[in-house]
């Protein structure tokens, strides 16, 4: 079985400073990653997704993400946070070796970032 | 492309009633999707189809859910009969399959059961 598990529920950041959002995975096989965000009343967008190579992704609104297999993490990041950026984040996993399409979505941790 | 679209956007009706949900998936997606969002349970998928036929309806609550995909443009998700607990935000996403494999959500249908 494969599960995501973001361990905080909310993440607070001021303004301009770097923010980090924690994600962690359990697949059998190999996973593929992804990080959504959710605007209020808002489907998810998708923001950047790790299949292979470079461990760290790059993806919309200047967010990255870095994969450790060793850890088993996918941690969304930003070196600068805005406002604008305070939303409900999902990280999501697929496991690849099972051809389960379905991604296993996390709780969520809500950003906000005060100005 | 317009994205994913799904209607109605809003529905509130009454317990016992039908419910139909509607979805539109991004042209040239093979792979369509059903969550449910609630505050309780989170995000929850009910069931997906690839190139039209139903895959994994595992997530699907009970017997008085359905869903249908009768083309590659259109899919229903139906509820008969309704009970409040039914009360949660609807999406559908679709996705390429050989591709990007990245699901692209619709805005959702918040369905309020009384």
């Known amino acids: 079985a494969q599960s995501v598990a973001q361990p905080e529920d909310q993440v607070n950041v001021a303004e301009g400073n770097p923010l980090t959002v924690k994600c962690t995975y359990s697949v059998s096989g190999n996973p593929y990653l992804f990080w959504y965000v959710q605007y209020p009343n808002r489907g998810l967008q998708f923001l950047l997704k790790y299949i292979t190579g470079d461990n760290l992704v790059k993806g919309s609104y200047g967010f990255e993400a870095e994969f450790n297999k060793s850890q088993t993490s996918f941690h969304l990041k930003k070196p600068s946070a805005l406002v604008s950026d305070s939303a409900l984040y999902f990280c999501?996993?697929?496991?690849?070796?099972?051809?389960?399409?379905?991604?296993?979505f996390g709780s969520g941790t809500r950003l906000q970032v005060q100005p | 492309d317009a994205g994913v679209i799904q209607s109605p956007r809003h529905e509130v009706t009454e317990m016992g009633q039908e419910v139909t949900l509607r979805c539109k998936p991004i042209?040239?997606?093979?792979?369509l999707f059903w969550y449910r969002q609630t505050m309780m349970r989170g995000l929850e998928l009910l069931i997906y189809f690839n190139n039209n036929v139903p895959i994994d309806d595992s997530g699907m609550p009970e017997d008085r859910f359905s869903a249908k995909m009768p083309n590659a443009s259109f899919s229903t998700l139906k509820i008969q009969p309704s009970e409040p607990r039914d009360s949660a935000v609807y999406f559908c996403?679709?996705?390429?399959?050989?591709?990007?494999?990245?699901?692209?959500f619709g805005p959702g249908t918040r369905l309020t059961v009384t």
């Open positions: 996403a679709s996705s390429f399959e050989g591709g990007a494999y990245e699901q692209y």
């Open positions: 999501a996993v697929r496991d690849m070796d099972t051809g389960r399409r379905a991604l296993t």
């Open positions: 042209s040239g997606h093979n792979s």
